[in-house]
T-cell receptor, first 112, second 121 residues
Framework: EDKVVQSPLSLVVHEGDTVTLNCSYE??????LLWYKQEKKAPTFLFML????IEKKSGRLSSILDKKELFSILNITATQTGDSAVYLC????????????FGSGTQLTVLP | DTGVSQDPRHKITKRGQNVTFRCDPI?????LYWYRQTLGQGPEFLTY????????KSRLLSDRFSAERPKGSFSTLEIQRTEQGDSAMYLC???????????????????FGEGSRLTVL
């Protein structure tokens, strides 16, 4: 059975801090790893990673995948209060039609 | 708004009652998914449709759950004889069959609706 474990479960930081969120996984026939942001409503897509060592970047957010060690990290630099959310990691299998397996998420709180 | 819409947003019901949720996907999307999310957990896959065909159901989807997408557009998820353990957020998502650029992946990004929160008393 596919498994995704995220750490830490929750994190409280102050504006301007840099945070690193972790995601480890076990999946048969890995295809991709996805990061979503959920602010008490619909999860919104952040990144999809398929290849090891290639950093994906969007503004202050970046993510990288290590397929040998089976983990990914999501970095957020210069955090803002608007970054407060649950960050979800999910994995996808080859041949699937996006039946994603999600982790429990990391609750990030950014204080002013 | 041209995103995924779900109705109702909140439903409170008594144990044993039937409930039905509706999802309207993004209009050109072929695939429609139902996920369930309980407090403090990530979403769990329940089922998905390609056009009107229900192609996969999770073992989480007990016999009390039924989903339909009769004309390949909107979908309904019905829960019969609700139990307190059914209390959760029911998320709908849709995607197109447009490949992710450069990946050869045949399913596009999932776009989630804001969910229908069910509370069973």
């Amino acid at each position: 059975e596919d498994k995704v474990v995220q750490s830490p479960l929750s994190l409280v930081v102050h504006e301007g801090d840099t945070v690193t969120l972790n995601c480890s996984y076990e999946v048969t026939n890995f295809r991709s790893l996805l990061w979503y942001k959920q602010e008490k409503k619909a999860p919104t897509f952040l990144f999809m990673l398929t290849s090891s060592g290639i950093e994906k970047k969007s503004g202050r957010l970046s993510s990288i995948l290590d397929k040998k060690e089976l983990f990914s990290i999501l970095n957020i630099t210069a955090t803002q209060t608007g970054d407060s959310a649950v960050y979800l990691c999910a994995v996808d299998r080859t041949g699937s039609a996006r039946q994603l397996t999600f982790g429990s998420g990391t609750q990030l709180t950014v204080l002013p | 708004d041209t995103g995924v819409s779900q109705d109702p947003r909140h439903k409170i019901t008594k144990r044993g009652q039937n409930v039905t949720f509706r999802c309207d996907p993004i209009s050109e999307h072929n695939r429609l998914y139902w996920y369930r999310q309980t407090l403090g957990q990530g979403p769990e896959f329940l089922t998905y449709f390609q056009n009107e065909a229900q192609l996969e159901k999770s073992r989480l989807l007990s016999d009390r759950f039924s989903a339909e997408r009769p004309k390949g557009s909107f979908s309904t998820l019905e829960i019969q004889r609700t139990e307190q353990g059914d209390s959760a957020m029911y998320l709908c998502a849709s995607s197109s069959l447009t490949p992710w650029a450069g990946t050869g992946d045949l399913t596009g990004e999932l776009f989630f609706g804001e969910g229908s929160r069910l509370t069973v008393l």
